[in-house]
Every structure is written in structure tokens, then in C-alpha cells.
């Protein structure tokens, strides 16, 4: 059997990934918490810099120590901003790059590539997020309020307490009665306060015809990916992070 290679497709790819691999030398403008371990960051916009909303790029602190420790961040702000926002969780619990980027303050430089990938917008559905899994959905929701076209899109937010919810005041507002929180690790009056499992996705959803778009960690993802596939969700209507 012959083997045929389209050149033309890997030529795009590569362009794709120099592109994304492109740096750029940026300055934090401000941080905040959001939550007790969840960190906002506003930091410079290159010029000419670009993203659709759901997208992510590679960061670094920019120091000798770290420069080359670049990982992934997803935007949550929107692309007609003049700053570019990141907004994330911070692990304490062990030495990595999350845990120096908390003490960062206003003026310390980051490296940052061109954007790439992830999660995108292809309609209207049910957005589902375990605990900083919701990042990229932040951006997305932004976008789609601004256009006037969030109408439609429904959010199930699990986390294990009230305390970790990011910025749930925003997104209540944002999507009102199509907003659903599960707590599961804390009984909260008004939260649902068990695992999502494929019963609590019956009676949340209802109709599996339509997109589903699930991020949170690689377990949760797997998992809810399983529950929708099992309940009659078409494959291609499943998006995940990429």
C-alpha cells in the first residue's frame, strides 16, 4: 500500500507551531485574587497581538531561572481590550511555575507566545467546567455577551466548595437561570452538592442534541466526555481543549 503525505498540510502545521512559538516580553500591569487561590492577571498586549475568545498561550516568568519554563494560560479577557487578562489557580502545594508567578507584582516581566488552539466557539450548547477548567469558557462568555449572542448556552460549574468558584457572581449575571453550580465537597443551600454524573446531566440537559464543551481536569473531561457519549452525544458535537 502506498503512503501519500500531504505536503502542503504539513508545511501549514509547521508555520502554525513557529508562529505559536514566537515570544513576546510583557509586563504585568496589575494582579488580584479572586479566590483564595485563584490570581487575575492584566499584563501588556503586544502590538498587533490577536485571539479568539477560548484560546491559550505558552508563558514564563522572564528571569534566567524560569524563561524556559514555558506553560499553557488560557485568555479570559477580550480581544478589543487594550491588556491581555489571564486568570490563574495558583498550586501551592508544590514547586512549580504557578506557585512563582504568585509573587509576582506590577512591573515584573513575563514571556509570552502567540496564541494557539484550544477550546472554540462553534454554537450554542451546554458549557460544562471543573473547578479552573472554566478559563477559557470566561473568555468565550465575555464575547458572546458583548455580541449580544450568549442567549442559548447553559454552564454546569463544578467544584469541590463555595470558596473555589471563580468569579461566580459574573457569570450568574451573565447567563441567569441557565447557570447551574455543584459543589462537591460542601452541602451549600441552593447548590447542588453532589459528582455530575450521567442522572444530574438527565436532569440538567435533557436534550443531548446539541454542542457540549467540557474542560476541567484530564479526569473530569474524561469522564463527562463518557456520561455524554453514553447519553447520546455525537462525538463531533463534544469539544474539548485541544
Not at 460544562?128 to 454546569?156: H, Q, V
Amino acid at each position: 500500500m502506498t503512503n501519500f503525505v500531504d505536503t502542503e498540510a504539513n508545511d501549514t502545521i509547521s508555520s502554525v507551531k513557529e508562529i505559536a512559538m514566537a515570544e513576546h516580553v510583557v509586563k504585568i500591569i496589575s494582579s488580584q485574587y479572586v479566590t483564595h487561590d485563584v490570581k487575575r492577571f492584566q499584563i501588556e498586549k503586544p502590538k498587533g497581538y490577536s485571539f479568539i475568545p477560548g484560546q491559550a498561550a505558552d508563558m514564563a516568568i522572564n528571569t534566567p531561572a524560569l524563561k524556559s519554563e514555558l506553560r499553557p494560560f488560557t485568555f479570559t479577557g477580550l480581544n478589543h481590550w487594550e491588556f491581555l487578562e489571564l486568570t490563574i489557580k495558583i498550586y501551592r502545594d508544590h514547586n512549580g511555575v504557578t506557585k512563582e508567578l504568585e509573587k509576582l507584582k506590577k512591573g515584573d516581566e513575563l514571556v509570552i507566545s502567540n496564541p494557539w488552539g484550544a477550546i472554540h466557539y462553534k454554537g450554542p450548547g451546554v458549557f460544562i467546567a471543573g473547578g479552573a477548567g472554566i478559563t477559557p469558557f470566561l473568555s468565550i462568555f465575555r464575547a458572546l455577551d458583548y455580541d449580544r449572542k450568549i442567549e442559548g448556552n447553559t454552564l454546569i460549574f463544578s467544584n469541590k466548595t463555595y470558596d473555589d468558584i471563580i468569579l461566580g457572581d459574573e457569570l450568574k449575571k451573565l447567563l441567569k437561570d441557565k447557570y447551574y453550580n455543584i459543589l462537591t465537597r460542601q452541602h451549600v443551600v441552593g447548590f447542588l452538592d453532589k459528582r455530575l454524573d450521567q442522572n444530574m446531566l438527565i436532569d440538567l440537559v435533557r436534550d443531548f442534541d446539541q454542542y457540549f464543551y467540557v474542560c476541567g481536569p484530564d479526569k473530569f473531561v474524561t469522564e463527562v466526555s463518557q456520561h455524554l457519549a453514553n447519553l447520546g452525544a455525537k462525538a463531533d458535537s463534544v469539544v474539548i481543549e485541544k
